[in-house]
């Protein structure tokens, strides 16, 4: 997906022919919440991806990839080097989860 995560959850509202008040009742959130999510004016709650998933079908590790994607592309977009910071966080990832791997081995 290359809109922001905002513009996705518009267009399935839209797409599914909900207005913000049905969906923002299914999300469990304002209605003027939503509308500055999908305007790009407030990020995504996290507690309402398992309503996203479940109200419009979607796959729950798609849907997480796509909004945590966005929330690292939101940190690191503005800076020149963004494609090398992208590949350190990468690494760094790898080595903390084969730390927390290796932590976990000691707790057995």
Same mark, same amino acid.
């Given at each position: 997906? $290359? *809109?922001?995560?905002?513009?996705?959850?518009?267009?399935?509202?839209?797409?599914?022919? /909900?207005? /913000?008040? $049905?969906?923002?009742?299914?999300?469990?959130?304002?209605?003027?919440?939503?509308?500055?999510?999908?305007?790009?004016?407030?990020?995504?709650?996290?507690e309402?991806?398992?309503?996203?998933?479940?109200?419009?079908?979607?796959?729950?590790?798609?849907?997480?990839?796509e909004?945590?994607? *966005?929330?690292?592309?939101?940190?690191?977009? $503005?800076?020149?080097?963004?494609?090398?910071?992208?590949?350190?966080?990468?690494?760094?990832?790898?080595? /903390?989860?084969?730390?927390?791997?290796?932590?976990? $081995?000691?707790?057995l």
């Amino acid at each position: 997906m $290359k *809109e922001t995560f905002g513009e996705y959850i518009h267009k399935l509202r839209v797409d599914n022919n /909900l207005t /913000l008040t $049905k969906l923002a009742a299914a999300l469990d959130i304002d209605q003027s919440t939503l509308s500055k999510i999908e305007n790009n004016k407030r990020t995504v709650p996290e507690e309402i991806l398992p309503k996203l998933a479940i109200t419009f079908k979607i796959d729950r590790t798609a849907l997480d990839k796509e909004y945590f994607s *966005e929330k690292i592309a939101s940190i690191i977009y $503005k800076q020149d080097n963004s494609t090398e910071l992208f590949l350190l966080a990468e690494e760094k990832v790898k080595y /903390l989860r084969s730390k927390s791997i290796k932590q976990g $081995k000691l707790k057995l």
